[in-house]
């Protein structure tokens, strides 16, 4: 009954923007909190930024200056706006969805960002 498609990854020079989205569906009483995090190689999977209800957005460390988290209510998405792109964001970028009433959300597959130097 739950849907979540997190998309938008690929290869891009350092330098250049990406764009990531992730939508969702599925049968849950309201959206609490829509989020990315990415996993590095050798790395633990780290905050990247988060919107709640609210509006408010969360960003993790060395986040805010290059990468803007917002959403589509209207179609249920979340989108991270990724610019000045370095080699060391090279990652797996997982969506996170915590619906209400739920402690843990679901996640995405990932999609995988390449920095080339």
């Known amino acids: 009954q739950v849907q979540l498609v997190d998309s938008g990854g690929g290869l891009v020079q350092a330098g250049g923007s990406l764009r990531l989205s992730c939508a969702f569906s599925?049968?849950?009483?309201?959206?609490?909190?829509m989020g990315w995090f990415r996993q590095a190689p050798g790395k633990e999977r780290d905050l990247v930024a988060s919107?709640?209800?609210?509006?408010?957005?969360i960003y993790g460390d060395n986040m805010k200056d290059r990468f803007t988290i917002s959403r589509d209510n209207a179609e249920n998405t979340v989108f991270l706006q990724m610019n000045s792109l370095k080699p060391e964001d090279t990652a797996v970028y997982y969506c996170?969805?915590?619906?209400?009433?739920?402690?843990?959300?679901?996640w995405g597959k990932g999609t995988l960002v390449t920095v080339s130097s």
């Open positions: 599925g049968d849950v009483f309201g959206i609490y909190e």
């Open positions: 919107i709640r209800r609210s509006g408010s957005s």
């Open positions: 996170n969805i915590l619906p209400r009433g739920l402690i843990t959300g679901y």
